[in-house]
């Protein structure tokens, strides 16, 4: 397993956008700060609206996050803790509600255009692709894009192994449902969709090359599923993509992160 990690005290700042977080990985964040009045920890369990303290002197609190808010309300003797719960929970007022911590980063890879939206409150990714076209020979297609077998979880891959079954045993009049520029001697295109996922498909079974068009794809995840959500997520680009995601998502606050 690897780890990603940041060092609160390296680079915490009291303003609220800055205040970096560690996701254990049951649906809770951990917070700490070393304030004027000392250190504090915080557990905060957004999902079902519960948080834990730890006070300077040792002693421990807990309870729902709407009580810690109307607590705040009273911290006026020390402005500093405000701001840092506030800014912890991500919540000046009750509307809020965790929402506003989306952050959409973009970047390229093999000169390929991709963007992701994480909320460093909740945990939740999304992974925005581009509509792609893979060119290959049937036997070379794992090889040269191996990210093939985990899109839709597997499901394109079955996709594509039916296909060039039925190919080699149907005629050559099929029907035509989408014709696109391809590179190809044959024109016939196939269109089919998986959860979500508009696939055009054209097989020349003679010389055995295979033409995918793929639509733009959104896929939703967790820091803490992303690897079993989105299966191509290890191998795109040769591991680059991972490393890039893992990143953006260390630069975001995540700490101590398993995946």
Known sequence: METISVSLRDIYNMEAL??????KGDGTWFFSAELSSGYYELEVTPHLFLYKILLPNGKKINGTIPTLLTKIESFHQDPELKDWLEGALSWKDRKTNYQDWNKTDKFELGGKSYSMTSNVRTGDIELNFGA???????????TAYPEIYGIKRGELSELITAVVADAKGEDEDGSVDTIINLPVSSNKVEHYEISGLE??????????????????????????????????FRSLHDGRYREEVLGILADAGFMDVKI
């Open 132 to 142: 792609e076209i893979y060119v290959s020979q049937r036997q070379n297609l794992g």
């Open 199 to 232: 696939v055009w498909i054209a097989y020349e079974p003679d010389g055995e090359l295979l033409v995918l068009h793929l639509s733009s794809r959104v896929e939703l995840t967790h820091i803490s599923t992303i690897e079993h959500d989105v299966a191509e």
């Open 18 to 23: 800055q205040i970096p977080v560690n996701y």
